[in-house]
């Protein structure tokens, strides 16, 4: 039972966090704000602002070093942000498979030694389980990608869309010359990382899930050899 009760604060904790989260994302408590570092406003333009979504813009001072020599300054702004979309949908996702696994997992506490348990809970516990365990590797995997594509601001918003998506104030040059660009392909891994909880509440995940599993099967097993001895003794 206390490995049960483990599980379940494991579990939880993860939920009431994903749960956050997905409200603070989806009702744009998360949008850009004036004064705030730069590191957070990339994070936020690249993944956690729908200007469309939200109902608002947000205007974003770009600004680059040429040949090391001038800065050139101008003024971007999104009408919508198909990556940031995206990732509200991810969001939706987890949440739903959070409070799923959750109420399941209670449930085997309550209930799931009954012998029709196994079929009832368990199965579908451990397959929300896994279901889970596998959403996290392909969001990290596309969350990877995505770091391929933002490198530098100036990629992050091509990425973003195209001219009909952003508009920029003046037109941006067709640069024939260096630009001194810092990476921000961090942005994605850093999310990457997190998809994957980092990596050591993954693993502890797949640990809950196959414990669970493996513990409940045993469990009803012997279930079925008691059942079984009746009858013969019965007979």
Not at 56 to 67: F, P
Request: glycine letters at 6%.
């Amino acid at each position: 039972m206390t490995f049960y009760l483990w599980s379940i604060f494991i579990i939880l904790y993860q939920t009431i966090i994903c749960v956050v989260f997905t409200w603070l994302t989806l009702k744009c408590r998360l949008a850009p704000e004036p004064g705030e570092p730069r590191e957070l406003t990339l994070i936020k333009m690249l993944y956690l602002f729908e200007p469309q979504s939200c109902e608002r813009h947000y205007y974003y001072n770009y600004t680059v070093l040429v040949d090391n020599k001038r800065t050139m300054s101008n003024i971007l702004w999104m009408e919508s942000n198909w990556v940031a979309a995206a990732f509200r949908n991810k969001m939706k996702l987890w949440v739903s498979l959070h409070i799923a696994w959750l109420g399941l997992a209670l449930l085997n506490v309550s209930l799931g030694r009954r012998p029709c348990g196994f079929y009832a809970i368990l199965l579908p516990l451990t397959g929300i389980g896994i279901t889970l365990l596998v959403v996290d590797l392909v969001h990290a995997a596309l969350f990877l990608l995505d770091a391929v594509h933002t490198k530098t601001e100036g990629q992050i918003w091509d990425y973003i869309g195209s001219e009909h998506q952003v508009k920029i104030i003046p037109r941006l040059p067709q640069y024939t010359f260096e630009i001194d660009e810092a990476d921000t392909s961090w942005v994605s891994l850093l999310f990457a990382y997190g998809s994957l909880r980092g990596i050591v509440q993954w693993i502890v995940n797949f640990w809950i899930v196959q414990d669970n599993y493996f513990d409940g099967l045993h469990y009803y097993r012997e279930l079925g050899l008691q059942e079984a001895n009746k009858r013969m003794s019965y007979s």
